[in-house]
Nanobody
Framework: VQLQASGGGLAQAGGSLRLSCAASGRTFRRYVMGWFRQAPGKEREFVAGISYFGSTTQYADSVKGRFTISRDNAKNTGYLQMNSLQSEDTAVYYC??????????????????WGQGTQVTVSS
C-alpha cells in the first residue's frame, strides 16, 4: 500500500483544514487508517484512527470534538477534517495504514505503511 497525504497548509487559529490520504497499490487488502503528527522536537503522536468500514474511530484527547476522521473506500481515500485549529496543532501530519486487522491501534509501531507527511501550520 502506498499512501499520499495532502491538504496541509497555513491556517489561522480557529480555522479549518481538511487533509486527505490517497491509497494505491494493494488496496484490496482491508486496512485501518490512522493519522499521526510530529511537531518540531517532539515524538510522532497518534491523532485519529478509523477501522475499514468506519464503524470504529479513535481520537487523541487533544483533538476530540475538533477533528473528524472519515474514509471513502470506493475512492481509497481517507480524510481528517480539522476544525477550531490551535497553534498547538502545528505539525507535520502523516497518514498510515495497518493491514494486520480491524482494531484501531494508537501506537505508531502497529502501522506498517506510511505516507510522506503534509505540513500544517496554525498561526495565532
Amino acid at each position: 500500500v502506498q499512501l499520499q497525504a495532502s491538504g496541509g497548509g497555513l491556517a489561522q487559529a480557529g480555522g479549518s483544514l481538511r487533509l486527505s490520504c490517497a491509497a494505491s497499490g494493494r488496496t484490496f487488502r482491508r486496512y485501518v487508517m490512522g493519522w499521526f503528527r510530529q511537531a518540531p522536537g517532539k515524538e510522532r503522536e497518534f491523532v485519529a484512527g478509523i477501522s475499514y468500514f468506519g464503524s470504529t474511530t479513535q481520537y487523541a484527547d487533544s483533538v476530540k470534538g475538533r477533528f473528524t476522521i472519515s474514509r471513502d473506500n470506493a475512492k481509497n481515500t481517507g480524510y481528517l477534517q480539522m476544525n477550531s485549529l490551535q497553534s498547538e496543532d502545528t505539525a507535520v501530519y502523516y497518514c498510515a495504514a495497518d493491514t494486520s486487522g480491524n482494531y484501531v491501534y494508537t501506537r505508531r509501531d502497529e502501522y506498517d505503511y506510511w505516507g510522506q507527511g503534509t505540513q500544517v501550520t496554525v498561526s495565532s
